[in-house]
């Protein structure tokens, strides 16, 4: 790992040092700038591979026509693919340098040979003959590489501070270097290009196998990229937060590091099992030593600034981890270790976040999600994590999960995440809801080791916690506003002027902003507008009419807005609302129908019948439902002559108990033929075993169904009579801006006679 810089923009050996010594944290070990012809290249050198001087850089090749700066590494397969075969015809000055090997690959196969490096790295080589340099990449990004390209010339770097610091009127213009690409420029005329070299999406293929050769494959595979990672002339160290990915990466390198140490950062003690609970149970369990890192709130305050300036951002989902790893890492480099695997890259691999949980179920979106995840890391996790280490310790991060080999592979394998592919090939015995079976092919994978080395249960099902929540500096999160502004000081971005915030006087507060973009304007006096996440600038007390979309209202609710009146569901779902509780308080509710007519028109659009029995007319979809299917020529029957079933019956956990399991088996035997069953209930209502049933012996002839339960949803799901919708119906036929802000108008004029 090291750091490199150059161009033709910087105009002095001396604005070319001031820039290199801004990522000097990058490499103590040599470092040195050379100009070609008015072009600068720069190096500060971490040395891991090849320690003697011969590997310091700018490195030449032997006829002095190329030169390269290089930072990253080759792993193994790539060393010995190329090194025999390069040394036999040209003439190598080192013993093993990894950059050597770069550099005479490229003089002999050209930019054709990136596709083949197997690495970290990114590279700048500089061809005096053609005048023309080449900046490259490694194909997921795993160092950071940046550049500003004007009309004068090109600058480019490690990091980005060196060129915000050197082009201050220029902050705004430094660009990334992106991954699986090139970039050439020639100098002569100034244009620059861009060329892709490798595609993920293109590589991946579609795999359908059963889950014992997928887990045997995932094994291997992985064992393979730690072995192939496993190249250093110095000591190798571990992370070892207590999380499956860090817990598996560290039983591999035990099987072939003699003397592995692993380490942990925390804040304070361990209270109750965070990650310095599971890594000593995981250290204990491999038998390996394990320092803890304990940190403090006075300290971290302290490395606040730092932490924005080393990982070059400014979300809090980025800085609250990368402040305790520059403690991590100050600490590694301490002990004497320039080298640390760990665990980044399997989240994105196995899709274990929310987002891809809630969002993308069956498997080729699935796949599609958790390849857009590993194309992104660039930006975020892996970047972060990358720099972190660097400034805090001048260590470098390995990251075995994202060899190449290994990741196309599990990006081609079903996941839990693709809960709701139709799965036969050993999935399905997934228990769904418990989180801790995120990455469940990864787990299962090393869940049968050799038994007298079974790994403990609870770290091969340990809940996925993000490394920010395990060792507990997540409570920085509420300082988002000014990291924002520390980062675009720091980066010489423009600030913003903060307007003064004016005090608004209101009793009313809609709340959940996801449909009430510029709703003010439609009232007549303020309201507070607030999101799901947001804190609010008003007095609680002050609050009488409360209108929502997702959040719950019950006995919470309450204690926060003591003067509550009235509260208005703006959704559909009746569960979100404890009735009694406000009925004890005397507040009333009103339900504004703001999805009445798209999930009404979802039910009647799956229609093929001519006579539907409405379970549920009376309510404000139902009748909606029979409403639509009068006028689109169809007969609302409420006996057994119907061979078309809705379901619009409400259920509530507070009210409507007696409507849990309503449909039983004995419901659909009343009816003369086979029925077609359309439900818009929430999934208490229906028996997933009872439908699966009914749709095997034909009494169903085919189900569509917006919200399934949990419990047995993948025999169903099995079924190609069975129809799933992901609780989209709500979004079949959106209603208008501006019919719906006339609506939650009015129904707040009505609360407000009402109540107040």
Same mark, same amino acid.
């Given at each position: 790992?090291?750091?490199?810089?150059?161009?033709?923009?910087?105009?002095?050996?001396?604005?070319?040092?001031?820039?290199?010594?801004?990522?000097?944290?990058?490499?103590?070990?040599?470092?040195?700038?050379?100009?070609?012809?008015?072009?600068?290249?720069?190096?500060?050198?971490?040395?891991?591979?090849?320690?003697?001087?011969?590997?310091?850089?700018?490195?030449?090749?032997?006829?002095?026509?190329?030169?390269?700066?290089?930072?990253?590494?080759?792993?193994?397969?790539?060393?010995?693919?190329?090194?025999?075969?390069?040394?036999?015809?040209?003439?190598?000055?080192?013993?093993?340098?990894?950059?050597?090997?770069?550099?005479?690959?490229?003089?002999?196969?050209?930019?054709?040979?990136?596709?083949?490096?197997?690495?970290?790295?990114?590279?700048?080589?500089?061809?005096?003959?053609?005048?023309?340099?080449?900046?490259?990449?490694?194909?997921?990004?795993?160092?950071?590489?940046?550049?500003?390209?004007?009309?004068?010339?090109?600058?480019?770097?490690?990091?980005?501070?060196?060129?915000?610091?050197?082009?201050?009127?220029?902050?705004?213009?430094?660009?990334?270097?992106?991954?699986?690409?090139?970039?050439?420029?020639?100098?002569?005329?100034?244009?620059?290009?861009?060329?892709?070299?490798?595609?993920?999406?293109?590589?991946?293929?579609?795999?359908?196998?059963?889950?014992?050769?997928?887990?045997?494959?995932?094994?291997?595979?992985?064992?393979?990229?730690?072995?192939?990672?496993?190249?250093?002339?110095?000591?190798?160290?571990?992370?070892?937060?207590?999380?499956?990915?860090?817990?598996?990466?560290?039983?591999?390198?035990?099987?072939?590091?003699?003397?592995?140490?692993?380490?942990?950062?925390?804040?304070?003690?361990?209270?109750?099992?965070?990650?310095?609970?599971?890594?000593?149970?995981?250290?204990?369990?491999?038998?390996?030593?394990?320092?803890?890192?304990?940190?403090?709130?006075?300290?971290?305050?302290?490395?606040?600034?730092?932490?924005?300036?080393?990982?070059?951002?400014?979300?809090?989902?980025?800085?609250?981890?990368?402040?305790?790893?520059?403690?991590?890492?100050?600490?590694?480099?301490?002990?004497?270790?320039?080298?640390?695997?760990?665990?980044?890259?399997?989240d994105e691999l196995f899709g274990s976040y929310g987002n891809i949980q809630k969002m993308y179920f069956k498997q080729d979106t699935?796949?599609?999600?958790?390849?857009?995840?590993?194309?992104?890391?660039?930006?975020?996790?892996?970047?972060?994590?990358?720099?972190?280490?660097?400034?805090?310790?001048?260590?470098?991060?390995?990251?075995?999960?994202?060899?190449?080999?290994?990741?196309?592979?599990?990006?081609?394998?079903?996941?839990?995440?693709?809960?709701?592919?139709?799965?036969?090939?050993?999935?399905?015995?997934?228990?769904?809801?418990?989180?801790?079976?995120?990455?469940?092919?990864?787990?299962?994978?090393?869940?049968?080791?050799?038994?007298?080395?079974?790994?403990?249960?609870?770290?091969?099902?340990?809940?996925?916690?993000?490394?920010?929540?395990?060792?507990?500096?997540?409570?920085?999160?509420?300082?988002?506003?000014?990291?924002?502004?520390?980062?675009?000081?720091?980066?010489?971005?423009?600030?913003?002027?903060?307007?003064?915030?004016?005090?608004?006087?209101?009793?009313?507060?809609?709340?959940?902003?996801?449909?009430?973009?510029?709703?003010?304007?439609?009232?007549?006096?303020? !309201?507070?507008?607030? *999101?799901?996440?947001?804190?609010?600038?008003?007095? $609680? +007390? @002050?609050?009488? #009419?409360?209108?929502? /979309?997702?959040?719950?209202?019950?006995?919470?609710?309450?204690?926060?807005?003591?003067?509550?009146?009235?509260?208005? !569901?703006?959704?559909? *779902?009746?569960?979100?609302?404890?009735?009694?509780? $406000? +009925? @004890?308080?005397? #507040?009333?509710?009103? /339900?504004?129908?703001?999805?009445?007519?798209?999930?009404?028109?979802?039910?009647?659009?799956?229609?093929?019948?001519?006579?539907?029995?409405?379970?549920?007319?009376?309510?404000?979809?139902?009748?909606?439902?029979?409403?639509?299917?009068?006028?689109?020529?169809?007969?609302?029957?409420?006996?057994?002559?119907?061979?078309?079933?809705?379901?619009?019956?409400?259920?509530?956990?507070?009210?409507?108990?007696?409507?849990?399991?309503?449909?039983?088996?004995?419901?659909?035997?009343?009816?003369?033929?086979?029925?077609?069953?359309?439900?818009?209930?929430?999934?208490?209502?229906?028996?997933?075993?009872?439908?699966?049933?009914?749709?095997?012996?034909?009494?169903?002839?085919?189900?569509?169904?917006?919200?399934?339960?949990?419990?047995?949803?993948?025999?169903?799901?099995?079924?190609?009579?069975?129809?799933?919708?992901?609780?989209?119906?709500?979004?079949?036929?959106?209603?208008?801006?501006?019919?719906?802000?006339?609506?939650?108008?009015?129904?707040?004029?009505?609360?407000?006679?009402?109540?107040?």
């Amino acid at each position: 790992m090291c750091g490199i810089i150059g161009g033709n923009l910087f105009n002095s050996r001396k604005s070319i040092r001031a820039a290199q010594k801004l990522i000097m944290h990058r490499g103590y070990d040599a470092h040195d700038a050379v100009s070609i012809n008015g072009f600068w290249m720069g190096h500060n050198r971490l040395s891991i591979q090849d320690l003697t001087s011969s590997a310091n850089q700018p490195m030449w090749d032997s006829t002095e026509r190329y030169c390269i700066v290089f930072n990253g590494e080759l792993w193994k397969n790539t060393m010995k693919k190329f090194n025999q075969r390069l040394r036999k015809k040209y003439n190598f000055k080192t013993n093993n340098s990894d950059t050597e090997v770069f550099l005479y690959a490229y003089i002999e196969y050209g930019s054709s040979v990136f596709k083949d490096i197997d690495g970290m790295f990114s590279a700048t080589i500089y061809d005096s003959v053609t005048k023309k340099i080449v900046m490259v990449r490694d194909w997921v990004g795993r160092l950071p590489f940046y550049y500003l390209h004007k009309y004068e010339g090109i600058a480019f770097s490690s990091e980005m501070k060196s060129l915000t610091e050197t082009f201050t009127d220029s902050a705004t213009e430094v660009s990334i270097v992106e991954p699986s690409h090139y970039y050439e420029y020639d100098l002569c005329t100034g244009h620059l290009s861009k060329q892709r070299y490798y595609n993920i999406e293109e590589s991946v293929p579609t795999s359908d196998e059963k889950l014992s050769v997928v887990t045997k494959k995932i094994k291997t595979l992985l064992d393979k990229a730690v072995d192939n990672e496993l190249i250093a002339d110095v000591p190798v160290c571990t992370i070892l937060s207590g999380g499956i990915d860090s817990v598996l990466i560290t039983y591999l390198l035990k099987q072939k590091v003699k003397d592995l140490r692993a380490y942990v950062v925390n804040l304070g003690n361990s209270t109750g099992k965070d990650d310095l609970h599971y890594a000593r149970v995981a250290a204990e369990w491999m038998d390996i030593p394990l320092t803890e890192i304990k940190i403090t709130k006075t300290a971290i305050a302290k490395k606040f600034r730092d932490s924005i300036w080393a990982a070059e951002m400014d979300s809090w989902t980025q800085i609250t981890p990368a402040v305790a790893q520059l403690f991590l890492a100050d600490k590694i480099h301490e002990d004497g270790y320039k080298v640390v695997f760990g665990g980044e890259g399997a989240d994105e691999l196995f899709g274990s976040y929310g987002n891809i949980q809630k969002m993308y179920f069956k498997q080729d979106t699935n796949r599609e999600a958790r390849i857009g995840l590993i194309k992104n890391l660039h930006k975020n996790n892996l970047i972060r994590t990358n720099k972190a280490m660097m400034f805090g310790g001048t260590v470098e991060l390995r990251t075995p999960f994202l060899d190449k080999e290994f990741a196309k592979y599990a990006l081609s394998v079903v996941t839990i995440d693709a809960k709701h592919h139709k799965h036969t090939n050993g999935f399905t015995d997934i228990d769904w809801q418990n989180k801790s079976h995120m990455k469940y092919p990864l787990r299962k994978a090393f869940a049968g080791l050799i038994k007298s080395e079974d790994m403990p249960e609870e770290l091969l099902f340990r809940k996925k916690e993000t490394f920010q929540v395990g060792c507990h500096t997540d409570y920085l999160r509420d300082e988002q506003e000014r990291m924002t502004t520390t980062y675009k000081k720091l980066f010489r971005l423009p600030v913003k002027k903060k307007d003064k915030v004016k005090t608004m006087k209101s009793n009313i507060l809609l709340k959940d902003k996801a449909d009430l973009q510029n709703i003010e304007k439609h009232f007549s006096e303020s !309201v507070h507008v607030l *999101g799901a996440m947001s804190k609010p600038t008003f007095p $609680l +007390d @002050d609050i009488e #009419i409360l209108s929502t /979309k997702f959040s719950k209202v019950g006995k919470t609710t309450i204690e926060k807005y003591p003067n509550l009146k009235a509260v208005i !569901v703006r959704g559909h *779902g009746h569960d979100l609302v404890n009735k009694q509780v $406000l +009925d @004890d308080k005397g #507040i009333k509710v009103y /339900k504004l129908n703001q999805y009445t007519e798209s999930c009404a028109q979802w039910c009647v659009d799956k229609v093929k019948g001519s006579k539907v029995f409405v379970v549920g007319a009376r309510g404000n979809i139902g009748s909606e439902v029979k409403r639509l299917l009068i006028e689109a020529g169809k007969t609302p029957v409420a006996d057994h002559r119907a061979d078309t079933i809705i379901s619009c019956i409400p259920y509530d956990k507070h009210d409507y108990k007696k409507n849990e399991n309503f449909f039983k088996k004995g419901f659909f035997d009343k009816f003369n033929q086979p029925v077609t069953f359309i439900s818009i209930s929430r999934s208490p209502t229906h028996n997933n075993l009872d439908i699966y049933d009914k749709l095997v012996k034909g009494r169903i002839i085919e189900a569509h169904i917006d919200t399934v339960g949990s419990a047995d949803r993948d025999k169903l799901l099995s079924l190609d009579n069975f129809h799933y919708y992901e609780h989209t119906s709500w979004k079949h036929k959106p209603m208008p801006q501006d019919e719906f802000a006339k609506l939650l108008v009015d129904t707040v004029e009505l609360a407000k006679r009402e109540t107040l």
